[in-house]
């Protein structure tokens, strides 16, 4: 069954840096896009940051210039370095892709089961 497996959340002072990872497993054919999301207590689930097979990326209004979103397409993996973190940071981070796995054989949304991070000011 294909997983996506969440690493590197924890809790940080505001202004510092935190790196999480996403390994998809499983029988994969294919990963098109790869996305962070984040939720905090009482918001609305929001996209953070996208990237492409391609590697092009698109960041919210909120992280740019203090988050980078990236792969590695041979470990299919993909990366999210947050700099500067402020306490409005804090929510939980989970990762999502489209991925066509042998089982399907067609494209389908799977989801991470989501990661902690906690800013401190």
């Known amino acids: 069954q294909v997983q996506l497996v969440e690493s590197g959340g924890g809790s940080v002072q505001a202004g510092g840096s935190l790196r999480l990872s996403c390994v998809a497993s499983?029988?994969?054919?294919?990963?098109?896009?790869m996305n962070w999301y984040r939720q905090a207590p009482g918001k609305q689930r929001e996209l953070v940051a996208t990237i492409s097979s391609g590697g092009s990326t698109n960041y919210a209004d909120s992280v740019k210039g203090r988050f980078t979103i990236s792969r590695d397409n041979a470990k299919k993996t993909v990366y999210l370095q947050m700099n500067s973190l402020k306490p409005e940071d804090t929510a939980v981070y989970y990762c999502n892709a489209p991925i066509v796995s042998r089982a399907t054989m067609a494209v389908r949304t799977y989801w991470g089961q989501g990661t902690q991070v906690t800013v401190s000011s």
């Open positions: 499983g029988t994969i054919l294919s990963i098109n896009a």
